[in-house]
């Protein structure tokens, strides 16, 4: 449908992650990208302020904003899956590649550009970025549900820990150090 697009975004509500775990607290999608943008935009800054880097933060936070968007017609592919095997892996892209035509057929002509870069940034290191807070999303959600008592998730946690590693990203290490502790803690010891 013309001018459909932010209709179907807005559907990412109903999509849910982590499929193949037990939750203890559900998550859709436009949560997790709200999350996901806001911990891109401090990566950034971060890069910025401390490691002398030239990032656009805002650019950063909006790309992330919009970086599962596509899965209001894929679905969340659990991440085992999606990463089987090359084939399902290249299988996939295709599928990405033709549900950001889809969702930016849903708009006036000149604004689908634009959405289309944002769905599929080529800039590598907006890109690395938004992964860099993706991953560390998926980590908070996995300390989340560990401190509510569910297992399910120790392992979850160790393999992204691990990836998260292998990225080599010192905005996200540093993230990691500052800002990641508190969320274990409760409330009251958030409490200025």
């Given at each position: 449908m013309k001018n459909g697009f932010f209709a179907l975004v807005f559907r990412?509500?109903?999509i849910r992650r982590w499929g193949l775990m037990r939750n203890v607290k559900e998550e859709n999608l436009a949560e997790h990208s709200a999350q996901t943008a806001m911990?891109?935009?401090?990566?950034?800054?971060?890069?910025?302020?401390?490691?002398?880097?030239?990032?656009?933060?805002?650019?950063v936070a909006v790309c992330a904003l919009y970086h599962d968007a596509t899965e209001v017609y894929t679905g969340d592919l659990p991440t085992?899956?999606?990463?089987?095997?090359?084939?399902?892996?290249?299988?996939?892209?295709k599928i990405e590649k033709k549900a950001?035509?889809?969702?930016?057929?849903?708009?006036?002509?000149?604004l689908s550009g634009e959405y289309a870069e944002l769905l599929d940034t080529p800039d590598a290191q907006i890109h690395k970025l938004v992964k860099a807070a993706d991953k560390?999303?998926?980590?908070?959600?996995?300390?989340?549900?560990?401190?509510?008592?569910?297992a399910d998730f120790?392992?979850?946690?160790?393999?992204?820990?691990?990836?998260?590693a292998e990225m080599e990203c010192e905005e996200l290490d540093i993230f990691m150090k500052e800002f990641v502790p508190p969320f274990g803690a409760t409330l009251d010891k958030l409490h200025l």
């Open positions: 990412q509500q109903y911990i891109a935009h401090a990566l950034a800054l971060i890069g910025n302020r401390r490691l002398g880097k030239n990032y656009d933060a805002n650019a085992p899956v999606k990463y089987f095997d090359p084939e399902i892996r290249e299988s996939y892209r950001i035509e889809t969702l930016t057929s849903g708009l006036p002509d000149d560390l999303c998926a980590y908070l959600k996995c300390v989340e549900e560990l401190k509510c008592g569910n120790a392992d979850a946690k160790e393999t992204i820990s691990r990836s998260m």
